[in-house]
């Protein structure tokens, strides 16, 4: 198993803090996102790791680290970053995480355990942080929902939390048959479409593709940065010696 994290991006919302950085650069109790990532993945296991980059690429060579650089970053969406490892994902099993986020290695160990070509993870616990994220948090979920374990709707905007089961986390499982699939619905896209693509939006084309996707749940113990006000909420909890009320244990350097 080979782990991959998609850290192309810049972190706009992140305004002074990622002028001079990629958003995965940020620090959070004392360590880089990416410090956090890395340390979970190899906890889980996953050794062998590789970083896509792309805004201010060249800061993670201070990691001991193989890059695959996505020189098209600024003008393309998280799939553009994924599609530079396809060499990794065509010949190995990859767990892949987003640049943004920090999670328990035991989620990635219940990610990978699993035998579907295609899965994803998600937060049942997901309304609790979402509520001291945002004053509504159906301004910012999405719709998702599962049927015998496997993913049937993602992405959509909701007006109803019913619709709502967990939230997708940024961690996905790809073996080579699955990511053989994905290519597959990708060749039907031209370049520029292949751009405009996020995740959720390629996972919601798969489920009409009729193209399997397992998902593991989880309760809480995982966070995504997304502007400066996270930033400042899960300081101040950390702060306090708190977190939500699931297990999290942070380390600092």
């Given at each position: 198993?080979?782990?991959?994290?998609?850290?192309?991006?810049?972190?706009?919302?992140?305004?002074?803090?990622?002028?001079?950085?990629?958003?995965?650069?940020?620090?959070?109790?004392?360590?880089?996102?990416?410090?956090?990532?890395?340390?979970?993945?190899?906890?889980?296991?996953?050794?062998?790791?590789?970083?896509?980059?792309?805004?201010?690429?060249?800061?993670?060579?201070?990691?001991?680290?193989?890059?695959?650089?996505?020189?098209?970053?600024?003008?393309?969406?998280?799939?553009?970053?994924?599609?530079?490892?396809?060499?990794?994902?065509?010949?190995?099993e990859c767990v892949v995480s987003y640049g943004d986020i920090v999670y328990h290695p035991e989620i990635v160990r219940k990610l990978f355990a699993v035998t579907a070509d295609i899965a994803i993870s998600y937060d049942t616990a997901w309304l609790e942080l979402w509520s001291q994220r945002f004053e509504n948090p159906l301004t910012d979920a999405e719709s998702f929902y599962t049927e015998n374990g496997?993913?049937?709707?993602?992405?959509?905007?909701?007006?109803?939390?019913?619709?709502?089961?967990?939230?997708?986390?940024?961690l996905l499982l790809f073996r080579p048959k699955g990511w053989l699939k994905v290519k597959q619905l990708l060749n039907e896209y031209t370049p520029r479409q292949i751009d405009t693509l996020d995740m959720t939006t390629l996972l919601s084309r798969l489920i009409e593709a009729q193209v399997a996707i397992e998902t593991v749940a989880c309760k809480g113990q995982w966070l995504e940065l997304d502007d400066l006000e996270d930033l400042a909420l899960y300081k101040a909890k950390l702060n306090q010696n708190i977190f939500w009320q699931h297990d999290w244990r942070w380390s600092r350097e």
């Open positions: 198993m080979k782990g991959i994290i998609l850290a192309a991006g810049r972190g706009s919302r992140l305004n002074q803090l990622t002028e001079n950085q990629p958003k995965p650069l940020v620090k959070l109790a004392g360590k880089s996102l990416f410090a956090w990532q890395t340390a979970a993945l190899k906890a889980a296991g996953i050794t062998d790791l590789t970083v896509i980059t792309g805004y201010r690429g060249e800061q993670f060579g201070n990691y001991d680290i193989p890059q695959i650089h996505n020189p098209h970053w600024a003008t393309s969406n998280m799939v553009r970053s994924l599609l530079a490892a396809d060499d990794l994902l065509q010949q190995d496997h993913l049937v709707d993602i992405g959509r905007s909701v007006i109803d939390i019913s619709e709502i089961a967990g939230q997708y986390m940024g």
